[in-house]
């Protein structure tokens, strides 16, 4: 199933610009297409990643080794998984099964907002880098 192009619009750059002008512009562009087409649910939905519970349920270790387990065609019990993420004491079985698995999970794809959190994070990384580029520009 396609989705609808309602919120979305081709663009086109002339690359002879100069990276200032043309982020100046793009930037402003993008703030009056919003105002077009009402595209203030995503600012609504997105709140800002809570990187702490991603480190102390150990998030992101938990879906390195689920990618490498697809990978390599093996299956990782939760209790192997927890020793493997986790420091002596600080987390066991159910820690992973009650709240890194379904935390992982949440942040592939968030069927409450129909979106993908990770997405939302990449885009928000590349804006705080290139608002450190332009800085410096």
Known sequence: MREPLTNKIP???????PDALLFK???QWVTFA????D????????????????????????????IWSKEVRV??????????????????????RKTTKPMANSLIEDKKTDGYPLSSLAAQ?????????????
């Open 75 to 96: 299956s990782i019990p939760n209790r192997v998984m927890a020793l493997a993420i986790f420091q002596f004491g600080d987390g066991g079985e159910e820690t992973i």
């Open 34 to 37: 919003r105002m077009i087409f």
């Open 39 to 66: 595209s203030s649910t995503y600012f609504k939905r997105y709140k800002k990643p809570d990187f702490e519970s991603w480190y102390k349920f150990g998030v992101l270790p938990w879906l390195d080794l689920i």
């Open 125 to 137: 990384a590349a804006m705080e880098m290139l608002d450190e580029k332009l800085e410096d520009f």
């Open 11 to 17: 663009v086109v750059v002339n690359l002879d610009l």
């Open 25 to 27: 512009i793009f930037k």
